[in-house]
């Protein structure tokens, strides 16, 4: 049986991963971004061995490209299979995007176009990863700062139907939601009521940045409060606590300022389901582990 | 739009390789006939532009700093840029990991010194800077795993580069005093300190540790015999070897 992701976790960064390792605080599950370690030795990889002895451990990765044309990469999804059965994670995780084009990794998340065509290869293209990996994948919710031409889907339909038809679990991203709320002016509360909360494994929060007009989705904290309202919204639909990931890519601060991050969504959510919870959606406590703070 | 199609007009353009406003008239159609809301996508597509040309940029920038540095007092920084970009014309981007793309650099700059009138040194330079990375990073060897234990052997990570400027002294100079490192041949050693270190060194290695360092590859015995070939004394030679072991170069026994 896999190693189960539960309680609020931290994204492992350089900037203090030697500090993560040895910290009194209470981190529940770490999540690794495998193109940053997995093919380094020396010591970087004395800093994830370090980590992963320590923490369960999520993979987390950029680079599948799900939705773009070229074929999938053997070379990474063989390094993912090699991570995910060395931590035993119960799955793993990437974005619904696509990050290759001509055959060239473009090293960032692209939107796809909200189409039935773009529903339909990004599912065919699920299973072809779990097979090739050996573990579910899970998907996050990408931002997006333009729409692609053609759409013939909103984007909550759209993310709906490729984790439907490709059976598969969802990373849902809060702070992507207010992002893309925000630079296309949507009601955030009403997008996540549309969100399979059943086959969401866990969450991510992070902060932004504001950029002229629009926010762009930097992962530079602290979270926001209205990002925080709708982290308690959506666990207050989904009467569970839904594993919780804190994302901090750049102007890291000191690895106390991120726990601080992980401590305030641990009290809310402990608040939140101490409380009586109305509508609730999916299996409340139903995964080991998944419902114990 | 199909898929393809879609890959095909937006593909160039986050390569770098074709405009944003040629790009968005391919995916949206002419400005003028743009609605609000798809005048507001196509601004935005370009963030999309900036985003993978930056990438590129840090791909180079994490490995060649000295390179960019040299380059951008040259040419300056919009001559970086260009160069960044003709890069990735002749050698893609084919690895997941970032500075990987990288790779082909030491080579594409000793092309480019003599067609672009860059500083020849610039050609040893990124070669000097692709071998720290390396060695920082190489994938660990289980033959290191044991260092006081087994026959005397080099660390993994050891790599001798012959280079025609002094590129050690010149980098490790934080004032960089001169733009251009001093000529004169030398033998940099390459190699990733013991536990709990890790890190990656390299000095100019002397003819003697050189000697040394040949004389255990080809398992010849480190004598009075080896030291009177060398012509330095039994002590001098115990003692250069005796530092190359402490240093993390040479492992195992003696």
Redo the contacts between chains.
């Keep these: 049986m896999a190693v189960p992701i539960a309680g609020i976790g931290v994204g492992l960064r350089h900037a203090f991963a030697d500090e993560l390792a040895t910290t009194r605080r209470r981190v529940d599950f770490v999540e690794i971004t495998p ?2 370690w997995v ?8 800093r994830l061995d370090a980590c992963l002895e320590r923490f369960p451990c999520i993979a987390h990765s950029v ?1 599948l490209s799900i939705g ?2 070229d074929p999938l ?1 053997s ?2 999804l063989d ?1 993912i299979a090699e991570l995910t059965s060395r931590c035993d994670s119960p799955f793993f995780s990437d974005h619904i995007c ?1 990050s290759t ?8 998340l ?1 939107p796809l ?1 909200f ?1 039935h ?2 529903v339909r ?1 990004t599912a065919r293209r699920i299973k072809q990863t779990e097979a090739h990996v050996g573990r579910p994948l899970v998907l996050e919710n990408a931002t997006f ?6 759409a013939e889907l909103d984007e909550a339909t759209f993310l709906r139907q490729i984790l439907e038809q490709g059976d598969c679990g969802m990373l849902l991203d809060i702070n992507n939601v207010y992002v893309n709320s925000r ?1 296309h002016g949507f009601d955030p509360y009403a997008f996540l009521d549309k969100m399979p909360l059943e086959r969401v494994r866990y969450l991510h929060m992070a902060g932004h940045t504001l950029r002229e007009d ?1 926010i ?1 989705d930097t992962h530079i904290g602290p979270i926001i409060d209205p990002v925080w309202a709708l982290y308690r919204h959506t666990l207050e639909r989904a009467g569970r606590l839904i594993p919780t990931l804190i994302e901090w890519d750049q102007d890291i601060p000191s690895l106390d300022e991120v726990l601080d991050e992980v401590d305030r969504a641990r009290d809310i959510a402990e608040e939140v389901l101490s409380q009586p919870l109305p509508g609730l959606v999916g299996p409340a406590a139903a995964r080991p582990g998944e419902a114990r703070l | ?4 199609e ?2 095909g007009h ?3 353009f ?2 770098g390789q074709r405009s944003h406003e040629e790009t968005v008239r391919l ?2 159609g002419s400005r003028s006939e743009l609605s609000p ?1 798809q005048a ?3 601004k ?2 370009e ?2 532009g900036q ?2 040309q930056i ?1 590129r940029q840090e ?1 180079l920038e994490l490995v060649f700093q000295y390179c960019h540095q040299a380059i951008e007092v040259h040419s300056g920084l919009d001559g970086w840029h260009k160069l960044v970009e003709a890069y990735f014309v002749c050698h ?7 500075a ?2 990288g790779r082909h650099f030491p080579t594409f700059l000793a092309e480019q010194c003599e067609d672009a009138g860059l500083p020849g040194f610039l050609r040893e330079l990124a070669d000097f800077e692709w071998w720290e990375f390396q060695t ?6 289980p033959a290191d795993a044991t260092p006081a234990a087994g026959p005397l052997r080099l660390h993994s990570t050891v790599e001798l580069r012959p280079y025609s400027y002094a590129l050690v002294s010149w980098i490790d100079d934080d004032r960089r005093q001169s733009e251009a490192p001093a000529a004169g041949e030398n033998l940099v050693i390459f190699w ?1 300190a013991p ?6 060194r390299r000095e100019v290695a002397t003819p003697l540790e050189v000697m040394i360092i040949k004389a255990v590859v080809e398992e010849v015995p480190l004598d009075l015999v080896l030291a009177a070939q060398l012509r330095v004394s039994l002590g001098e030679l115990t003692e250069t070897v005796a530092d190359l072991l402490e240093a993390g170069i040479l492992i195992g026994e003696l």
Excluded at chain 2, 1 to 4: E, F, H, T
């Design positions: 193109e940053n093919t380094f030795g020396g010591r970087r990889r004395r680079s773009g044309l990469d070379e990474f390094a696509y084009v001509n055959g060239q990794p473009v090293h960032d692209l176009p189409t065509e773009a290869h700062y333009s729409h692609m031409p053609g630079n629009v762009i | 739009m199909r898929l393809a879609f890959y937006v593909g160039p986050l390569l995916l949206y809301q507001q996508d196509a935005r597509l963030i999309y985003f993978c990438h791909s893609p981007m084919s690895h997941f990991e970032l990987q793309n920082n990073g190489q994938p660990d060897d990733r536990a709990p270190e890790l890190m990656p």
